[in-house]
């Protein structure tokens, strides 16, 4: 099972492949290829711009509301268009000659499908998404395939990048280049009132003997496997988790992302073998290595998790009180989280910051009401909470409301810090691309 990881960034520092174009009726047409002389504005290697990709790059930052309305500045943001597109082809290029970046097309496929329909909702149903596709000239089934293009060379992008960075040299960077990044963006660096909490999520215990049920019925499925049945098949119709959709299917992970014990199989078995039972917190493990490449593994697996009963759910509320009496008391949070380890949901973060206002968006319904007005030091719960059809108890410990305002460069620093090496090292193998391709701008 994967690790929780943190989504915020405050600057986006290198952007390889943008969203694709939401038309509008306001938005410049589509460029006509039988009224526009075609020409090249940037050759790189053995390849070509034409200044219709260009402007249909242009059309796309338009459309998502990223150009500049001063005229007098679109020369300069044209140029660094071209220069954005000039980078893309260099690493599709380099990317090519890499037989071991291979694309996920289920993952390509699952996000076609996701931005399509976040499209037809947010163009006001598909009617509308069709009539705006028809004033630049296109069908939705075009839209597909372009839009399925684009995802795939991100992927392709993404993979390089990752392979080129992997054992990278370190790079260094000094106090005050964080602070002239800082400086440069701190006027977008501002948030609303936001509440900072800290949790304590109690699952069910399940008891030795129902442990012991689901090792047997994991020993029969691993029969099975071994007398030939396909493993997609077997997770599709037994595995306890979401990728039993995808018939198990884990995808791209390296270390760090799944739990110990998990990792220290999946990164051992060889490519195509299929792993005794592992034991986790989650339930028993079969995993089953597709591919591997330097540093990651593409892995499916089968889950089993241990049945629990009333007597559980019991031992859990029994734990949840316990853990609100003693923060009542004036326990830490953070003594308790560790103390009572073994019987928390690993899978649920124990911290989160969210804006006041969106507490209604951002939580699940069982959290809204006892959240909506609580104040800095209040602890709330334990209220029940379903998760993975199982009934949880949660307590909330509301450790900071933070008024609305601006971030401080302390807050963000280690952010910066990490995008800055990051965009150094990329900007490093941008380099290495041009010297060893021919690359010429004709803007």
């Not at 911290?351 to 030091?377: D, F, K, M």
């Amino acid at each position: 099972m994967r690790r929780p990881t943190n989504p915020f960034f405050l600057f986006t520092l290198i952007g390889l492949i943008l969203a694709p174009v939401h038309a509008t009726a306001q938005d410049p047409a589509r460029p006509d290829p039988g009224l526009l002389v075609e020409r090249v504005v940037a050759m790189v290697g053995d390849s070509i711009i034409t200044l219709t990709e260009l402007q249909e790059y242009l059309l796309m930052l338009r459309a998502q509301g990223e150009l500049p309305t001063d005229p007098a500045t679109m020369a300069a943001v044209e140029e660094d268009a071209l220069k954005s597109l000039v980078e893309q082809l260099l690493i599709i290029q380099a990317a090519s000659q890499d037989s071991t970046l291979i694309p996920d097309d289920a993952e390509i496929e699952s996000r076609v499908g996701q931005m399509m329909d976040e499209t037809t909702q947010r163009m006001g149903g598909a009617r509308r998404f069709q009539d705006a596709l028809a004033l630049q000239g296109m069908t939705q089934a075009e839209y597909r395939r372009e839009l399925k293009q684009r995802i795939r060379k991100e992927q392709i992008q993404q993979l390089f990048i990752r392979s080129q960075l992997m054992g990278a040299p370190p790079v260094v960077v000094t106090e005050a280049e964080m602070r002239e990044v800082w400086e440069a963006g701190r006027t977008l660096a501002t948030h609303p009132e936001l509440v900072t909490l800290r949790q304590a999520v109690v699952a069910p215990s399940p008891s030795d003997s129902a442990w012991s049920a689901a090792r047997v019925h994991g020993d029969s499925l691993l029969e099975r496997l071994r007398a030939g049945e396909d493993f997609a098949a077997l997770a599709s119709e037994y595995s306890m988790d979401g990728s039993a959709t995808s018939g198990g299917d884990l995808g791209w992970f390296r270390r760090g992302q799944m739990v110990r014990e998990f990792e220290e199989v999946a990164f051992r078995l060889p490519v195509g073998s299929v792993s005794d039972l592992v034991r986790s917190q989650f339930g028993w493990h079969i995993i089953k290595i597709e591919r591997a490449r330097p540093g990651e593994v593409n892995a499916r697996h089968i889950l089993l998790r241990p049945e629990t009963g009333l007597a559980a759910d019991e031992r859990a509320l029994t734990t949840a009180n316990e853990i609100a009496r003693r923060l009542q008391a004036g326990e830490s949070m953070r003594v308790l989280l560790t103390e009572f380890e073994d019987q928390l949901d690993a899978d649920i973060p124990d911290s989160v910051s969210v804006a006041r206002e969106s507490i209604t968006e951002a939580l699940p319904l069982p959290y809204q009401q006892p959240l909506a007005t609580a104040s800095q030091g209040d602890i709330v719960g334990p209220f029940s909470f379903i998760v993975r059809d199982r009934t949880t108890w949660v307590v909330v410990e509301v450790s900071k409301v933070q008024p609305a305002g601006e971030y401080t460069f302390e807050e963000l620093r280690d952010q910066i810090e990490g995008q800055l090496k990051e965009q150094r090292q990329i900007e490093r193998v941008l380099e290495e691309l041009r010297e060893r391709m021919l690359v010429d701008l004709r803007l």
